[in-house]
């Protein structure tokens, strides 16, 4: 039950693009297509952008993309806008009931 | 509107015990699986425990096996969290959050959450 591997932090300007990535290993998000990615402004409650590794909730903007290859997963943001920096976590399923975030990348806007 | 509401949280000594609750409305809440993730003061979230719609599997982080016990009452749309022999590193936010529906093949993740209760372990 190790955490995922995130960069800790991550920025980009308006307009652009950002991928942050999400290592696990070959027993979670290797083998599961159940990541899930999470937008956590501090003081709010997380909210999900992405699940099975890149399907988007309605509501959630098409700017939001999940991929993923092997044991590491990304989430890109394209069209960066202020509003969207705030801390990004990856979820995978992990087996038997059990769940592993990453550690959380700060996203700043330039 | 779905709403998720933590309590219980407070300030007890190492070793003690304390239970979260967890009341849901808004939707069925037996259709469900729940889970708790923390956030300790300046860290990442944590995943802590998870039960099905009908408890009948429940799964825990590691560090909190044998101390935490997670529970749920369909009847009062109630999820619990007992924790006990509490150590100075379960300080946190605790979370509750409710998984995709029981009937889908897509239920691996977590919406919504609720806005926390906070547990300080300290002497």
């Known amino acids: 039950q190790s955490a995922l591997t995130q960069p800790r932090s991550v920025s980009g300007s308006p307009g652009h693009s950002v991928t942050i990535s999400c290592t696990g290993t070959?027993?979670?998000?290797?083998?599961?297509?159940?990541v899930s990615w999470y937008q956590h402004h501090p003081g709010k409650a997380p909210k999900l952008l992405i699940y099975d590794v890149s399907e988007r909730p309605s509501g959630v903007p098409d700017r939001f993309s999940g991929s993923k290859s092997g044991n590491t997963a990304s989430l890109t943001i394209s069209g960066l806008q202020a509003e969207d920096e705030a801390d990004y976590y990856c979820?995978?399923?992990?087996?038997?009931?059990?769940?592993?975030f990453g550690g959380g990348t700060k996203l700043t806007v330039l | 509107e779905v709403q998720l509401v933590e309590s219980g949280g407070g300030v007890v000594r190492p070793g003690g015990s304390l239970r979260l609750s967890c009341a849901a409305s808004g939707f069925i809440f037996d259709d469900y699986g729940m889970s708790w993730v923390r956030q300790a003061p300046g860290k990442g979230l944590e995943w802590v425990s998870g039960i099905n719609w009908n408890s009948g599997n429940t799964g825990y982080v590691d560090s909190v096996k044998g101390r935490f016990t997670i529970s749920r009452d369909n009847a009062k749309n109630s999820l619990y969290l007992q924790m006990n022999s509490l150590r100075a590193e379960d300080t946190a936010l605790y979370y509750c959050?409710?998984?995709?529906?029981?009937?889908?093949?897509?239920?691996?993740?977590?919406?919504?959450w609720g806005q926390g209760t906070l547990v300080t372990v300290s002497s």
């Open positions: 979820c995978s399923y992990a087996g038997t009931y059990t769940w592993v």
């Open positions: 959050a409710r998984w995709g529906p029981a009937y889908s093949s897509s239920r691996n993740w977590f919406a919504p």
């Open positions: 070959s027993s979670d998000v290797g083998y599961y297509n159940y």
